[in-house]
């Protein structure tokens, strides 16, 4: 049996190593949550024991095995520890409310990426038209980001259409902490889509206000963290999300994705123009479908050639800016597939063609400089 110093000793080891579990949901310690409700040491003939009370974000809080699994392998690994016994509990409403208070800063919902401060690349990625692949590329940019370190997430703005969920293989639902929302987490990506929010096979059925109201709450309403990039996969077209992406994320910058097809190409020029009304940065066009390659190594343009370019071209000449033609997806089987799997094919093939050029252009948009907005600088007026 143990002396009550060396029992001090040993719960102090134990609240040391309780400091490095890490929340699978909000990704911070443990400690820093104050879920750590209690730390015990006993010892008797049979051994040491570390009993560990948790207070859970919430009763129901489906993450409760994998952070009960993550505390007894971080105090089992203290020398002297024989056993540990974790009780779990549930925070109280005052509790939550501090929580939501530390994480987002405020009692006040606000936008975090309005903030003064805050760095976040945020990337709109729409398309003139549907079928051009343009939840494929976003889930696939989504992902090879992550893979390389990037902090990202996503935001599936497609209300009608949603598809995100599935192309990253998201099957769980956001956890709330009352007027809190703690994402599921899928390759490393942070992801929130109305899918999630309704029964399976039931359409929405909303109009423009609903909308707006919806991408509010996304973003208002979910704890982002420290995110290096968010992605919105928006709807196809230039109605009332896009417009309400540009009234919310007035610092967010335009992604075009449009196949070869010179049809396909002149409606994404039109999406991509919005930026001229709303005073957004166009950041690049990506041409998806680009060609198929074939077994002798020569390239079928299925779709034509040229409208990713065609797009980069024209949308320079409106804006007076450089619209660079960011990359060329190849037509991949894999790509497809992969995606109904809810595995990126930057994740299952990522040699492949297409993930290779998917990867190349997450890190080009990962990696761009940004300007001064919002950035603060250490200057004082004299």
Not at 206 to 215: D, I, K, T, V, Y
Not at 256 to 271: C, D, G
Not at 315 to 333: A, F, H, K, Y
Request: glycine fraction near 10%; proline fraction near 6%; aromatic fraction near 2%.
């Amino acid at each position: 049996m143990l002396n009550p110093s060396d029992i001090s000793a040993l719960e102090s080891a134990v609240t040391v190593a309780l400091g490095k579990v890490i929340d699978p949901e909000i990704r911070k310690p443990i400690t820093e949550l104050k879920m750590v409700r209690s730390v015990q040491v006993t010892s008797d003939d049979s051994g040491t024991t570390a009993r560990i009370g948790i207070d859970l974000t919430t009763s129901g809080c489906p993450m409760r095995d994998t952070i009960v699994d993550r505390v007894k392998t971080a105090v089992g690994s203290v020398a002297g520890i024989d056993a540990v016994a974790v009780e779990l509990g549930a925070m109280d409403a005052a509790q939550r409310e501090e929580l939501r208070v530390m994480l987002r800063g405020s009692a006040t919902p606000v936008i975090p990426f309005t903030q003064p401060g805050n760095l976040t690349k945020i990337i709109a990625i729409g398309s003139g038209k549907g079928g051009v692949g343009k939840s494929t590329v976003t889930a696939n940019l989504a992902a090879a980001m992550a893979k390389n370190g990037i902090k990202v997430g996503v935001i599936d703005a497609d209300i009608y259409g949603f598809s995100i969920p599935r192309l990253l293989g998201v099957t769980g639902q956001p956890t709330r902490v009352d007027s809190m929302l703690l994402l599921p987490i899928a390759h490393e990506v942070k992801v929130v889509s109305i899918g999630m929010f309704v029964p399976a096979g039931q359409p929405v059925v909303w109009r423009g206000p609903m909308l707006h109201r919806a991408l509010e709450q996304f973003l208002t309403d979910v704890y982002w963290g420290d995110l290096d990039v968010l992605l919105l996969d928006l709807p196809p077209g230039t109605g009332d999300i896009a417009i309400s992406v540009a009234q919310l994320l007035p610092n967010s910058e335009i992604l075009t994705v449009t196949t070869p097809q010179a049809a396909a190409a002149e409606v994404a020029e039109r999406s991509g123009s919005i930026a001229l009304q709303t005073n957004q940065g166009l950041i690049g066009v990506v041409e998806n479908m680009a060609w198929l390659e074939q077994p002798d190594g020569s390239r079928l343009e299925i779709f034509g050639s040229g409208g990713g370019a065609s797009v980069a071209a024209s949308l320079s000449r409106m804006t007076g800016t450089s619209v660079e033609l960011l990359g060329q997806i190849p037509l991949d089987v894999d790509l497809r597939a992969d995606g109904d799997d809810g595995v990126p094919t930057v994740i299952a093939h990522p040699d492949s063609p297409a993930a290779i050029a998917l990867t190349e252009v997450a890190l080009n948009l990962a990696h761009r400089e940004r300007g001064l907005a919002g950035m603060r600088l250490n200057i004082s007026v004299v």
